[in-house]
């Protein structure tokens, strides 16, 4: 197991809150920062980060919570040896006396050395023997040259059924090559390759790991699909991968930008003629994920896609995800050639042009309508009203959208108050649908049980917790939080205060259970959130909490048997005095 020195020497070396800031955006509030969780689709921020405490919490649809490792496992999708590996290399820190039984990552790493050699396996027959002649007479019709195919690692993959299988038998067994994907079963139990006759594209992710590979047909009107790729494996997932992000990485970064294409060609032309901030997407359109694994190098992006309608569709779906994560969209259009590949081997100095000189995103759809519903008829204007609003109300920057408002009304020779009516319409609509499909934080709780969360990180987050009670809890006793972890936090609270002059969060933490730390880790960043409480004044908080204790003691009391009746009564005679009193207090306040 690592030595728990060693992952607190990283935690103490990495500043979280500057760490997950360079991966989304984070705002201060107070001693805290908050954030739109990048876990999950949100409007308002539940993402908390303490750089005191080390740690971060969604309070939104996730729940979820850690230090900076599980954020790095989280966001890269890797296992927690992956993400400590990961930070104690940038972070300059040697990992000493390492030995950590990871099952995931033992199976993953597995995976990793299968491609790896099916790599080598399938570049080997392209270059090397005669099976590959006819894939590198293709390379050379596509017109692509010795140094880019040696820099993407391409193969080929024999027209054999069990050439790859036999190979990698000699160094794993059959149940490893089968959780990589390369090979399949038939109905019947037979194994063999899945890819036959192919030209082959190795996928890696941004750290340079063959997570899986693309094959394409040489003949195009073959019977078969022109493209199949690995399925979802351990490393693999469609929705996250990028091809070509290894290599285009730095250039993103570099030139704050990247071009996003839709095969595995739209990629290798246009990076033969110098263009290296370009990737494509693995699938029909562009994820949430494919944008977050983006978005750590850049804020913008260029749609590149094909000149069709399913390239048109693929540009539209992302739209949506890349305003919530705050990208500069741009899109560039060929009109001489189907596709990058195509444009870039037909007029390179045309396409290098051409992708200087992008138009925003809403201009395009805009063009799209207009070209759509070409008749100047109100039926036609209402067409591309409706869609163009659409689009329009996913827009976040305010000057950007009064822009389109403006231009919008101005092409269609309308008011700019008709085209606004027609956004607050359509954002209803959304608000609607949006308020029905989502499941807000706490929404199955009790008022006073999120109440007392609240009041209980109001204490641990003061300066001075001591006085805080002092000063607010007079009314309140322990008997009063209807929650048992939370009675058991102010339990360890009020024996800490007895035997400690002065709180210290560090010193009092260690003295309560592990099975408590993810509790107190939810409650002591929940205050830093905007919530229905903030404007509320904290007497009045807790006189509400003690109304609600009072009730369901009343309410015990009631429901059970006892003996002593005039006993009962006496008690219920103080607690409904006291109930009145308090219940004057919460009206008064």
């Known amino acids: 197991m690592f030595m728990e020195g060693t992952i607190q020497e990283i935690k103490n070396k990495v500043d979280i809150a500057t760490f997950i800031g360079s991966f989304i955006s984070i705002k201060k509030t107070g001693r805290n920062y908050k954030a739109l969780c990048p876990f999950h689709q949100e409007k308002t921020p539940s993402f908390v980060i303490s750089p005191d405490r080390q740690i971060w919490h969604c309070f939104g649809a996730c729940q979820d919570g850690g230090d900076v490792i599980k954020f790095l496992m989280k966001w890269e999708n890797i296992s927690f040896i992956e993400a400590l590996r990961e930070l104690a290399d940038k972070f300059g820190i040697r990992l000493k006396d390492v030995r950590f039984e990871d099952q995931e990552w033992k199976r993953k790493e597995k995976i990793m050395r299968i491609n790896k050699l099916t790599t080598d396996y399938y570049e080997y027959i392209l270059h090397e023997t005669k099976y590959g002649n006819t894939a590198q007479e293709y390379l050379r019709k596509r017109g692509l040259n010795e140094k880019v195919i040696k820099t993407f690692h391409l193969g080929y993959a024999p027209s054999s059924w069990h050439s790859l299988l036999k190979f990698l038998q000699k160094k794993f067994t059959l149940e490893d090559i089968l959780t990589s994907g390369l090979v399949i079963t038939s109905e019947k139990g037979t194994v063999y390759d899945r890819f036959r006759g192919r030209l082959i594209f190795p996928i890696k992710d941004a750290r340079s790991n063959v997570i899986g590979f693309s094959g394409r047909l040489l003949e195009d009107k073959a019977k078969e699909a022109k493209y199949i790729n690995t399925p979802e494996t351990l490393l693999y997932h469609k929705r996250e991968s990028l091809y070509a992000i290894d290599i285009a990485k730095d250039q993103i970064k570099k030139q704050n930008n990247v071009y996003i294409v839709e095969g595995e060609f739209d990629v290798l032309s246009p990076f033969q003629i110098g263009i290296g901030n370009i990737v494509a997407i693995k699938g029909s359109a562009l994820t949430r994920e494919q944008l977050m694994l983006l978005k750590r190098y850049t804020n913008k992006i260029t749609l590149a896609l094909d000149s069709d309608v399913a390239g048109e569709e693929a540009m539209k779906k992302g739209i949506e995800e890349a305003e919530d994560l705050e990208f500069d969209v741009d899109v560039v259009v060929f009109d001489y050639a189907k596709d990058p590949d195509e444009a870039a081997r037909r007029d390179p100095t045309l396409f290098k042009k051409g992708i200087k000189d992008p138009i925003p995103f809403y201009d395009f759809i805009i063009q799209i309508l207009v070209k759509k519903f070409p008749q100047d008829n109100p039926y036609n204007k209402k067409q591309i009203a409706n869609t163009a609003v659409f689009f329009i109300t996913k827009i976040k920057n305010p000057i950007v959208k009064s822009h389109y408002v403006k231009k919008l009304a101005t092409l269609l020779d309308v008011s700019e108050s008709s085209i606004e009516s027609l956004l607050r319409l359509t954002n209803r609509k959304k608000e609607r649908k949006f308020i029905l499909s989502s499941q807000p934080k706490y929404s199955h709780m009790r008022r006073e049980d999120i109440i007392q969360k609240y009041l209980l990180s109001l204490l641990f987050q003061s300066a001075n917790p001591y006085k805080f009670v002092d000063e607010y809890f007079k009314l309140f006793s322990i008997e009063d939080f209807s929650l048992p972890s939370l009675k058991k936090l102010y339990h360890y609270f009020t024996d800490f205060r007895k ?55 009343i309410a015990q009391i009631l429901s059970s048997e006892s003996s002593e009746k005039k006993e009962t009564e006496n008690s219920l005679r103080l607690m409904g005095k006291e109930l009145t009193r308090v219940e004057k207090m919460i009206v008064a306040l």
């Not at 002065?502 to 099975?515: S, V």
């Not at 830093?528 to 509320?536: I, Q, R, W, Y």
């Not at 509400?544 to 009730?551: A, F, P, Q, T, W």
């Open 499 to 553: 035997s400690n002059k002065e709180f210290h969060l560090d010193y009092f933490i260690k003295t309560i259970p592990q099975e408590l730390h993810p509790v107190f880790d939810e409650i002591y960043l929940m205050a830093s959130l905007d919530n229905e409480f903030k404007n509320e004044k904290i007497e009045k908080l807790i006189y509400e909490i003690k109304r609600y204790s009072l009730k369901y003691r």
